[in-house]
């Protein structure tokens, strides 16, 4: 039986598996999006074993990381300079944000998702390289 999992941050997780471009074979049918999503993960499981996602779902998926983290860094600038009035604000957002992504990587996501701590690692790469580099690159 699949666990039911709701909320917004359920949402975000998931959000890859609706918008998946990629068209895939069903019971004779093409689909996109969530259907074929869920048919390629379930082909690449039953081959490789549970939790594994195979190089072309890691890849799409970390695409999505990557625009996160990105996305993050605007949304922190923006914050930190209209809220706080100060462009060093962000170092903050920025530390909770790693402090948040580090507990949901290699807490949330194994509980919840049981996700491999190969992807963990790999997914926090994904998410806090850009913003090493946002900080090494900024500091004087």
């Known amino acids: 039986m699949r666990e ?17 471009p990629f068209k ?3 019971a004779g049918q093409w689909v996109r ?3 074929s999503y869920n048919a390629t993960l379930a082909r690449i499981q039953r081959q490789y074993g549970a939790g594994h996602y195979g190089f072309k779902l890691d890849a799409y998926r970390q695409v999505f990381h990557l625009a996160g983290s990105i996305l993050f860094l605007s949304t922190a600038a923006y ?11 962000i170092y903050v957002f920025l530390a909770i944000a790693i402090g948040f992504i580090t507990f949901q990587e290699f807490y949330l996501q194994r509980k919840t998702y049981r996700q491999l701590w190969r992807k963990g690692i790999l ?6 390289v850009p913003m090493g580099v946002y900080f090494f690159t900024r500091i004087h």
């Open 4 to 20: 039911k999992h709701s909320g917004l941050y359920h949402a975000l997780v998931v959000l890859p598996d609706h918008v998946y």
């Open 24 to 26: 895939t074979q069903v």
């Open 33 to 35: 999006g969530v259907r």
């Open 79 to 89: 914050l930190s300079q209209r809220l706080f009035g100060s462009p060093n604000a």
């Open 123 to 128: 997914d926090w790469l994904t998410w806090c």
